[in-house]
């Protein structure tokens, strides 16, 4: 035993006496310390430290394995401490690159495409903070330092959600190959929800994420107001009125009042815009600091009547523009002309379509002078019926349906009415005949109209007609009470007088 401690220590001192170890290195391991996860940038050095003394060591070991003063073990014992030492000092720096990687976002801006799309361009860049103190450990002329690339992060992955958690672009995700320092990056989207907010997803590097929440800039380089309406096509009945609602974004950073116009709307529409919260009426429209969004709504009302400009079931497109202060003038200089969307691109304004389809519905009143009527006997009995359309479509095919009492006859003229026209007026007659046997008493007949207006169904109001049986007069009976009450009368009288004489 102690023959081979003499060995061992032997070895060593020549070892020592060739240079091919040093003491450092018997006292240290090349592996990391248990606390260099806690200090990564310790232990960086620590690592740095043990990988320029392995190489140190196989640069020795070659020279002399070269001149055959070691075995071929211990050149090879010092190539393996070199490499695990080189793995171990690349380890040390991903861990301190991979902890101070960092992306944030440089802009958030919100605009609209020439097709009317809202989009969002995202600008990234990599701010990581670690490069300057991996340069000072490892220097700018490490190669392995180099070859790690600090200041480049990896797979970027990039989306838009709402406040819910769901992703609100399109694509639904995009991913940047990689993100040099001092070089950011653009990515855009088309916005599947029209937000001012958004919550950016970012997923990078060795699974690093951010979700910050921004509010997004609009792009004022536009100087325009971009105009939306849900109820972009509306059905409206004549003489009726309807709401148009409209939303309006701010995308300039040199105007912030806007007149509002409308444009190709006919003369005999009525029009006019108000607060969406309130009836107050508008002609301007102010976007504050805070604000860049607003509401409005266009109020617009049709005539009693078809007329040349508002045919009936036509379509009507007409348009609705925010003009900046600079433009109001050029605009009322060509404000009754036609204007077609190549104009209104011309004259870049911001501006939306509308459209309105006058529509109309027949109104049926059924009006009746007498609604009573006393009978003696089995006489036809006549009422007389008023019909006018006071709405505003054709009524077509106008029918009767008249309930009477059980054995009673009953005849419309006419039965039926092919067409009434708007505010046309007719008259129709009902007649009823009771039966002979009929008692005395009170009697009602029901009579409902129906008809079609562009083949929907229109209603009169209903009518209940009562006739009245009375009794017929017995005139012999009438005859002989008159002669008896004339009798009691003279008996009276003349006894009267003979009393009187005496």
């Not at 838009?160 to 992703?167: P, R, T």
């Not at 672009?169 to 088309?190: A, C, D, H, M, N």
């Not at 009693?304 to 900046?324: C, G, H, K, Q």
């Not at 007719?426 to 008809?451: A, C, F, H, N, Q």
Request: hydrophobic share 40%.
């Amino acid at each position: 035993m102690s023959i081979l401690k003499l060995l061992i220590t032997s070895s060593i001192l020549f070892l020592l006496v060739l240079g091919l170890i040093s003491p450092d290195a018997l006292a240290q391991s090349p592996f990391p310390n248990a606390r260099d996860d806690n200090y990564p940038l310790l232990g960086l050095k620590r690592a740095k430290s043990t990988f320029e003394r392995a190489k140190s060591d196989l640069e020795r070991a070659e020279q002399l394995f070269g001149k055959e003063l070691i075995s071929r073990q211990d050149y090879e014992n010092a190539l393996n401490a070199y490499a695990d030492a080189e793995v171990n000092y690349q380890q040390s720096m991903l861990v301190l690159l991979f902890e101070q990687q960092f992306v944030s976002i440089q802009q958030a801006l919100k605009f609209q495409d020439e097709q009317g799309k809202k989009k969002v361009r995202i600008t990234l860049a990599n701010t990581t903070n670690a490069s300057s103190e991996l340069m000072q450990v490892a220097g700018q002329e490490d190669e392995i330092f180099r070859s790690l690339q600090p200041d480049v992060i990896n797979n970027i992955y990039v989306s838009l959600g709402n406040e819910d958690g769901a992703i609100i672009s399109f694509p639904y995700e995009t991913k940047i190959v990689s993100l040099r320092s001092g070089k950011p990056e653009s990515v855009e989207f088309e916005l599947l929800q029209d937000l001012d907010e958004v919550v950016v997803n970012i997923i990078y590097g060795n699974g690093s994420s951010r979700s910050p929440k921004v509010f997004l800039q609009k792009d004022a380089s536009a100087n325009k107001v971009l105009i939306q309406s849900e109820q972009f096509s509306q059905e409206i009945e004549l003489g009726s009125s309807a709401t148009f609602g409209l939303s309006l974004e701010l995308f300039s950073g040199i105007d912030n009042t806007y007149k509002l116009e409308v444009v190709n709307l006919p003369r005999s529409v009525s029009r006019y815009f108000s607060e969406s919260a309130g009836q107050a009426r508008l002609s301007q429209i102010k976007f504050t600091e805070t604000s860049n969004t607003r509401t409005a709504n266009l109020q617009i009302s049709l005539p009693d009547r078809p007329t040349d400009d508002v045919p009936m079931d036509e379509p009507i497109d007409f348009y609705v523009l925010a003009i900046p202060a600079d433009k109001v003038t050029a605009f009322n200089e060509n404000r009754d002309e036609s204007w077609t969307e190549e104009d209104l691109k011309a004259f870049d304004v911001g501006y939306v379509r509308l459209e309105m389809i006058p529509r109309g519905i027949g109104r049926l009143v059924v009006q009746a002078p007498q609604l009573y009527e006393s009978v003696q006997g089995r006489n036809e009995i006549p009422f007389t019926i008023q019909l006018l359309n006071e709405g505003t479509r054709r009524i077509d095919n106008i029918e009767f349906k008249v309930d009477v009492p059980l054995g009673w006859e009953k005849r419309m003229d006419p039965e039926i009415i092919s067409s009434l026209n708007i505010r046309e007026e007719i008259t129709v007659r009902l007649y009823v005949l009771p039966p002979e046997d009929i008692s005395v008493g009170r009697y009602e007949v029901r009579m409902k109209t129906t008809g079609l207006s562009e083949n929907q169904p229109v209603a009169g109001e209903d009518k209940v007609f009562t006739v009245q049986k009375v009794a017929e007069a017995n005139t012999t009976s009438t005859v002989i009470i008159l002669a008896l009450i004339l009798a009691l009368v003279a008996t009276v009288v003349y006894f009267g007088v003979k009393l009187s004489k005496k």
